[in-house]
T-cell receptor, first 113, second 112 residues
Framework: DGGITQSPKYLFRKEGQNVTLSCEQN?????MYWYRQDPGQGLRLIYY???????QKGDIAEGYSVSREKKESFPLTVTSAQKNPTAFYLC????????????FGQGTRLTVV | AQSVTQPDIHITVSEGASLELRCNYS??????LFWYVQSPGQGLQLLLK??????LVQGIKGFEAEFKRSQSSFNLRKPSVHWSDAAEYFC??????????FGQGTELSVKP
């Protein structure tokens, strides 16, 4: 079945450690996105990529990094520079272009202790 | 810069009653607009979308939305709410550069 997969579903890390969240899609989509979701704040865009080997910062990119070496993969690294990393992270993908819907993964809940 | 505002953080309606969720956008050109729904701890599912043409669009699960350029609005409606509609609803806009932006979300509760 085609879809977008985020792993793991739950992730725990100690403060000061970098952690990488996985996002893989087999939909042959060009565009991929990472969002952070906090209660009452909706979805805030961290990074997005329209094509392999290219990505742009979203509204809250500080403390995060991404790579897009393969079309199907868009991993997100939460670095120790992110002051409040505990959140629900959602990955999405879409066919390239503004007039196409985004498909979402099931999310990763990251807890930093 | 483009933005999306959902004025209502939480709405409660009785089962069988009608529903309207508000969405206002700020965008210079003709927007591409979406409504998504999210169940707790899950990803988002597309309800409907508007790109051009007829300003009243139909979606899944009996939802519809109306694009009003003069009011910069894209409100979501349903004539009769079911208990299974309880969820969080997000309005979104995407620009020509492919940046997809969401509103803050509206949480819908349904009373029996």
């Amino acid at each position: 079945d085609g879809g977008i997969t985020q792993s793991p579903k739950y992730l725990f890390r100690k403060e000061g450690q970098n952690v990488t969240l996985s996002c893989e899609q087999n939909l042959n989509h060009d565009a991929m996105y990472w969002y952070r979701q906090d209660p009452g704040q909706g979805l805030r865009l961290i990074y997005y990529s329209q094509i392999v080997n290219d990505f742009q910062k979203g509204d809250i990119a500080e403390g995060y990094s991404v790579s897009r070496e393969k079309k199907e993969s868009f991993p997100l690294t939460v670095t120790s520079a992110q002051k409040n990393p505990t959140a629900f992270y959602l990955c999405a993908s879409s066919i390239k272009g503004a007039d196409t819907e985004a498909f979402f993964g099931q999310g990763t809940r990251l807890t930093v202790v | 810069a483009q933005s999306v505002t959902q004025p209502d953080i939480h709405i409660t309606v009785s089962e069988g009653a009608s529903l309207e969720l508000r969405c206002n956008y700020s965008y210079g050109a003709t927007p591409y607009l979406f409504w998504y729904v999210q169940s707790p701890g899950q990803g988002l599912q597309l309800l409907l979308k508007y790109f051009s043409g007829d300003t009243l669009v139909q979606g899944i699960k009996g939802f519809e939305a109306e694009f009003k350029r003069s009011q910069s609005s894209f409100n979501l409606r349903k004539p009769s709410v079911h208990w299974s509609d309880a969820a969080e609803y997000f309005c979104a806009v995407v620009n020509q550069g492919g940046k997809l932006i969401f509103g803050q979300g509206t949480e819908l509760s349904v009373k029996p």
